[in-house]
């Protein structure tokens, strides 16, 4: 019996005539723990998408970022990862507080590869991994369940040509995101950012914030 194929699978396998295929990768390439090779993809990564569900059973994906070993190894079947400061609306965070089934993809655009992974995922407001990550607010860990390679040949070829400046490094200021000097949210600001605005080059309408991403776009 299948570990990962359910009667909606088979369905669309039968028609295509791929029950057979299907079968043989699920042997070949699904499995639950990380190899060497695995933990040095991940762990080399600058960039993952997060599937979450959230309170009504919608699928959610959010994208993730840091510098690469954001993403650590904590053993064979589980690893971690920083939720940095946002929008405030926690999405995926409280997705997994209330339905710890995610899904991860992490993917390499200039050496196209990328790898699946389903987990449990958990949030502890105290964990000690927090002294790893400078800025966040969180800290999930992931345990695995299943974790697979994709084939890649879909993958458009990139290039990098720069590093966030917003992530959050170790004894260096994280800019303001350029959205929280938006004058109609200066109100409902958390403690944490309230007249920020000011020192990062003053109030933006939204007319003004727009006219930025279009120029940032360009």
């Not at 994208?63 to 190894?73: L, N, V």
């Amino acid at each position: 019996m299948s570990n990962i194929y359910g009667d909606q699978h088979r369905d669309l396998q039968q028609r295509f005539d791929t029950t057979k295929l299907a079968d043989r990768l699920e042997q070949m390439i699904i499995k639950s723990t990380l190899d060497e090779r695995d933990r040095d993809f991940i762990t080399s990564r600058d960039m993952f998408f997060l599937s979450t569900i959230d309170h009504l059973g919608r699928p959610t994906v959010s994208y993730k970022g840091g510098d690469p070993g954001f993403i650590h190894i904590i053993d064979e079947q589980t690893i971690a990862f920083p939720s940095y400061d946002g929008n405030g609306m926690y999405l995926s965070m409280g997705n997994i507080q209330s339905s710890p089934n995610i899904g991860c993809l992490f993917i390499d655009l200039q050496h196209p590869n990328r790898l699946r992974l389903q987990g449990s995922a958990t949030i502890d407001l105290q964990d000690p991994l927090l002294a790893r990550y400078p800025k966040a607010d969180l800290v999930v860990r992931v345990a695995i369940q299943q974790l697979w390679v994709n084939c890649p040949r879909y993958i458009h070829h990139y290039e990098k040509l720069e590093a966030s400046k917003f992530v959050p490094r170790a004894n260096v200021e994280t800019p303001m995101a350029p959205w929280k000097r938006l004058d109609i949210v200066q109100d409902v600001l958390p403690a944490k950012d309230v007249g920020r605005a000011v020192e990062a080059g003053g109030l933006l309408t939204l007319a003004e914030y727009d006219r930025q991403l279009s120029k940032d776009n360009n």
